[in-house]
Every structure is written in C-alpha cells, then in structure tokens.
C-alpha cells in the first residue's frame, strides 16, 4: 500500500513584514495554534519554518488526512484569511522512511 501524505507548504503573504523574524509576525500565533490542533488529533506528523531566510515553511500530515480535508483545513488557516501568508497543498509519496 503506498503512504501518500499531504504537504502543506506557506510562503510569505502580502502582509508579511519583510525583515522581521518568523515568531514577530503578527498573526504567526493564530497559525500555531491551528496547526497545533492538527497535531494534537494526531494528524500531523512534521511542521516547521523554512530556515534559509526565504520564509515560509511547511507541515506535513500523518496520513490521517484526505486531500480535500487537508484544502480545507489549510485555507481556514487564520494566518492565510489575513494575508500573512499563502498557502499550497501538494500530494508526497513517502519513498523511504526509517
């Protein structure tokens, strides 16, 4: 059977204040928060920002999710309704994994 997961990936949004750091962006801890709630049911395996001062990051599922229910809860993300970030959703063959 294969393990497909969902890749969530945020890029900066529109409301994104260049130059300032990921966790002074205002509105960054709305995004936590949601996502945490993921992760609480057990239905994120990994999330985290980007670290090569690109910004943006991503989550990935834990293979609990469906595409359509990943959509979904990824644009009711607070930080996406208020412009701080963007948002895609891309299916991810786990090839290898320990």
Known sequence: MRDVRYVVIHSPGPKWKVGRPIFEQEGIQAHLDHYRSLLTQEKL????????GAAGGMMITSGNLTEAETIEFANRDPAVICGLLTVEVRPWLVGMKS
């Not at 395996?45 to 670290?51: M, S």
């Open 45 to 52: 395996a990994l999330g985290g920002p980007f670290l090569d």
